[in-house]
């Protein structure tokens, strides 16, 4: 990349807090940017600018949770066998009202290495073909990604982007619609089990990758500079 291309997204990508309010996405009329750090506005412009939210809500659940064979037979057996193959397509689980709190990026340094901590909410809708009620459950996550500068034998650094995932103890399923029937609580149980080991892995999938590209287009020397600035912004606020 080029110094005046370099210069150019760098101008482009501190200016966003001007632009934010222009964009259509819901909840950003309540995301305070201007008093995070500039690398936390970065990573929340490159999500937006590529559609995370969008990503995440047209994920294919469903057909992920038979793929990955954690619709048990224990949790469909009554539910699958007696269904015609019709029937099981008219089966749906769509996710809906998702919130990335972009404003809330949480961003953690100790010199060269720092994480950043993204949290996330959305519905997910359950219809089945015998049962015209629509079954919402709500899930609330927390995914971490970890990097840092490492030099190489020649004193060079360069960007190594580590760990990006989920964290097991902030993911949370509830159950919102009221008024089930029993033998419909069994099977939401386990139905909300399995969403909690498959949904992570899901989500990992779609906002890993577009992190891992926002902050490879950044220039070491800049994300080097917007590391001192961030730790400056933290020491600025104890």
Known sequence: MCPIW?????????????ALHKQPWRGLAKAHMDSKPALARIIAQGLMKHNAEGRIQNLRLMDSLNASGQMAPGMVGWLISGMSLQQQQESSANITNIQLDYGGIRMSFRKEWFSANILLE???????????????????????????????????????????????????????????????????RNF??????????????????LISEILRQLDVKLLKSLMEQAAAHKFNHL
């Open 122 to 188: 959305f519905d997910i809708d359950l219809r089945l073909p015998f049962n015209n009620k629509v079954i919402k459950t709500h899930a609330c996550m927390n995914l971490v990604v970890e990097f840092w500068l490492e030099k190489d034998e020649f004193g060079r650094r360069h960007l190594v982007i580590g760990n990006c995932s989920v964290e097991p103890s902030s993911t949370y399923m509830t159950v919102l619609t009221k008024d089930i029937s029993p033998k419909m609580k069994h099977f939401l």
């Open 6 to 18: 370099r210069f150019l997204v760098l101008l482009s990508l501190l200016s966003m807090p001007s």
């Open 192 to 209: 909300r089990g399995n969403l909690a080991k498959v949904t992570p892995h899901l989500v990992e999938s779609q906002v890993c990758p």
